[in-house]
């Protein structure tokens, strides 16, 4: 049976690969895309998550606004010197046509969550402010869906934005902190695996022969995301971190997991880390009263890679 999934995403250009994935797999059904803040502001987010459905001819897919700002603070800043000016890298898309679902994204999730209970899997890809807001529309929602997949954190490994903070916590370690203590099976990908698996410009040439429309569009976007990733070190390369949670739902084996208690910093200096107590490895009671996830160790590189350019293929 499909897996019906919400994906809540920032597009952005790691996103749009993985919304195409999405799209490309014959076992995800997607209920709809649920847009946040985070590479770009908010209204930008939502327009090229349309703008996405619509280059796939998915103009039946929801697309939805959600927040725009951090639980706690000031507008974030974005992260244009990564995605690009529109999100897209060189891209500039035209408007696109369709229109907004008129629900706010935390309103369509509960709303979806009611609709099929214990069906559906939340798969968030940008910052968390969504999926705390569903939590307070509907402090039932963990009973509701059926697991949460989450691309963010270093439990492990340093962070991208800070030494201990990686983007979609760091953008919300408010929303993150109360996402993360929800009583949830939630799986976490963070840096740990995401940033272990380099992506060669030939991977994406491969997406573009297979794909013409999907993969030529990351082919293309994703130039501007290697010359950024590729600053400070001899090849050329960029890593698609947002598809890993939707390749584990379909194919778990390629992965190794670890559970351990979380916790999310909220401070200046730890801001958006997420530290990670594998269980029975500190006698502290601030960590083992802490919630327990599942935290993505290890991936199989050569089958990941070979899983996208097959799916990309179909
Ligand atoms: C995450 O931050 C964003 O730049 C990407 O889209 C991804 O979701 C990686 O740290
Ligand atoms: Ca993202």
Request: glycine residues 8%; negative net charge.
């Amino acid at each position: 049976m499909a897996h019906k999934i919400i994906l809540d995403t920032d597009p952005g250009i790691d996103d749009a690969m993985a919304i195409f994935f999405a799209f490309q797999s014959p076992d995800i059904e997607l209920l709809g895309l649920t847009t946040v803040y985070g590479n770009v502001p908010v209204t930008m987010a939502a327009q090229n998550a349309l703008t996405l459905c619509e280059l796939a001819g998915k103009n039946d897919i929801p697309v939805t606004k959600g927040v725009g700002m951090p639980w706690v603070g000031e507008e974030s800043t974005y992260a244009h010197f990564v995605h690009g000016e529109h999100g897209f890298g060189h891209i500039k898309p035209e408007p696109p046509k369709g229109e907004l679902d008129p629900r706010s994204s935390a309103q369509f999730i509960v709303d979806m969550a009611r609709k099929y209970p214990g069906e559906i899997t939340l798969v968030a890809i940008g910052p968390l402010g969504n999926l705390a807001l569903a939590l307070r529309l509907e402090p039932e929602l963990p009973k509701l869906v059926k697991g949460v997949s989450i691309m963010g954190g270093a439990a492990f490994v340093p962070g991208n934005v800070t030494p201990v903070a990686e983007a979609n916590i760091w953008n919300d370690a408010h929303a993150a902190e109360i996402v993360f203590a929800a009583d949830w099976d939630l799986v976490m990908f963070g840096l740990d695996v995401t940033n272990d698996v380099p992506f060669a410009p030939t991977f994406v040439d491969v997406l573009a022969e297979k794909n013409p429309t999907l993969g030529g569009f990351v082919q293309e976007s994703a130039q501007f995301y290697m010359d950024f990733y590729s600053q400070n070190r001899e090849d050329r390369v960029c890593f698609f971190h947002d598809a890993f949670p939707i390749a584990h739902l379909r194919h778990p084996e390629l992965f190794e997991l670890t559970e351990g208690h979380v916790r999310v910093g909220t401070g200046t200096l730890d801001r958006g880390q997420t530290v990670v107590a594998p269980k029975g490895t500190t006698p502290s009671p601030l960590w083992n009263d802490a919630n327990t996830i599942k935290v993505a160790t290890k991936v199989d590189h050569s089958r990941l890679e070979k899983l996208f350019i097959d799916t990309y293929a179909l």
